[in-house]
């Protein structure tokens, strides 16, 4: 009896030691390709993820229904400051060994990548010609620090992804080897009527990009949201476009769970696994990573080799990046 105990506690402080020893192990990398980089204030509002299960049945002559809902037990918290939301991304970014692809707030994006150089890759994006001329937008992406055109979001404009109003940017992308973003499919509820009247549902129409892609063989281009929620369009795109991968920004923390996994699950089955990029459509709420990633991690239906590749290898393969820098 004695002399097991004796064992027991050999064995046990030699597994103490080598934990002393042993430097603890990197988590595998992971790629975010949907970040959005904002100033905190603007929508400073808790938020219940999956909160679309329950679409309030409104009336035009009430007051309109808040697009987010915090009626949960445990609300994700908005970061209260530009340098709080800063310290918690590159904080998450270190402990998850997770790289992004941000956009939005040029300041705000410039700190993040001052900080963090390897850890963030920027992007720009062009959603109307008003946003900016062709010329400048052109001088962005050749200055070296933008290297990704996203998000790039005619829907909430009121127009198609192959306006011809947006096609010299485009090809000024597709000249300089620059991937592009761009927004189709879901907004949330209510997005004509009460937050933006210009969107409209059906110019998030995965096949509206046909065009735009026959105009530019080599432009590479990923549907943010996967086209949700149009996958036989998604999946006929794909297949006929070689080159076109998705994302999962957004509907992976608001639609309901069992929604998300159907959908995914979906492009899956048809055989798209390795052109699906994890993606969040962070916004405020720094736990949002840890939320969206969780949604991966319990898919049962797929294999580890498939979560990596959403997570990881479909990004460094899409934005040709180097694998051997991430380890
Ligand atoms: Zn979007």
């Known amino acids: 009896m004695k002399k097991r105990f004796v064992l027991l506690f050999l064995l046990l402080s030699a597994v103490g030691s080598q ?23 603007t929508m400073s509002v808790e938020m219940c993820p999956w909160f679309l299960r329950d679409m309030p049945g409104g009336d035009p002559n ?16 908005p970061a209260k400051s530009d340098a709080e939301m800063q310290a918690a991304v590159l904080e998450t970014m270190n402990r998850l060994n997770m790289t992004i692809v941000a956009y939005g707030d040029p300041t705000i ?63 000024a992308a597709e000249k300089q ?35 735009l892609l026959a105009r530019h063989p080599k432009m590479k281009i990923w549907v943010m949201h996967a086209g949700y929620p149009m996958a036989d369009e998604m ?13 999962l920004a957004g509907f992976i923390w608001s639609y309901p769970q069992a929604e998300i996994h159907a959908y995914l699950k979906r492009l899956v089955q048809a055989g798209f696994g390795k052109r699906i990029m994890y993606g969040t459509d962070f916004m405020i709420w720094p736990k949002l990573f840890e939320t969206s990633l969780s949604v ?32």
């Open 62 to 77: 009430q007051q309109m229904t808040a697009f987010l809902n915090a009626q949960c037990v445990d609300p994700l918290q």
């Open 19 to 41: 934990a002393q020893t042993t430097p603890p192990r990197r988590p595998l990398p992971i790629i975010d390709v949907h970040v959005h980089a904002m100033r905190v204030g």
């Open 177 to 211: 080897n620059v991937p592009v973003g761009i927004h189709m499919g879901t907004g949330g509820n209510g997005m004509a009527n009460i937050s933006q009247s210009s969107y409209r549902a059906s110019l998030g129409r995965p096949f509206l990009l046909e065009d």
């Open 109 to 171: 994006l410039r700190k993040w990548k001052k900080a963090a150089p390897d850890r963030v890759i920027a992007g720009i994006g062009v959603s109307s010609p008003k946003d900016m001329s062709v010329q400048a937008f052109t001088d962005s992406i050749s200055s070296g620090f933008y290297t990704v055109m996203g998000e790039v979001a005619p829907q909430y404009q009121g127009l198609s992804p192959s306006d011809m109003s947006l096609d010299a940017y485009f090809a």
């Open 296 to 327: 991966i991690e319990n898919a049962d239906y797929l294999s580890f080799d498939q979560k990596r590749d959403i997570l990881f290898n479909n990004a460094v393969r899409f934005f040709r990046l180097d694998a051997s820098k991430f380890k």
């Open 235 to 247: 999946i006929a795109l794909m297949g006929a476009n070689a080159y076109v991968y998705v994302d």
